[in-house]
C-alpha cells in the first residue's frame, strides 16, 4: 500500500493530510531519519586505529568548488559516552562528498555513533550521523533501513 501525505494543508484543495505544525511530523522525522541514506551503517571488523570515511555533503557541494575546504567538528560515541572527539578542515570533492580521517581504537565488539558536522566558509553546516557497527555487533541485526557502507582504509 502506497499513501501520499502533505507536508503542508492548501487552501480550497479538498484533500487535507498536511502534517505540518502537528505531532506527527516529529515522529515522521524521526522514522525517516532511520532509513536516511546519508547517514550510512559502516561495518568493520577486526581491531581498527583509523577510518575514513566518505560523508554526503551535496548540499554544501552546491556552494562549493570542488577542493574548497571544509570545516569538520566529529564527536565518536558509544551508548552516548565520548571516545573521542575533535576539528579538522578537509576538501570538498567533485562528486559533493568529503572524506573525514578519524583516529581511535575501535573493538569489533562495540557499534560506535559518529557525528560529523561539516560547515563551509559561507556558514552553510550539515550534520551526519553514521554508525560504525562492529562485526561481532553486527549479529544482532539493525533493521531494513541500513545504508549500504562508506568506508576507506
Known sequence: MFIWLM???HPGTPWQSGIAQKPALQIFGTDAAKYDARNPVVPFSGQRRSFLLRVPALE????LNPGARVGVQYRVAIRGRRVTSGMLAVRMSKDGWVSVPLHFAAAPTHDYTVTVKLEDIHGFRVTRTLNLQ?????????GAGSAPAHLSR
Not at 554544501?60 to 556552494?63: A, D, K, S
Not at 562492529?134 to 539493525?142: D, E, I, M, Q, V
Request: a positive charge; proline letters at 6%; glycine letters at 6%.
Open 60 to 63: 554544501l557541494r552546491w556552494h
Open 134 to 142: 562492529g562485526a561481532s555487533a553486527a549479529a544482532t541485526p539493525r
Open 7 to 9: 507536508l503542508r494543508n
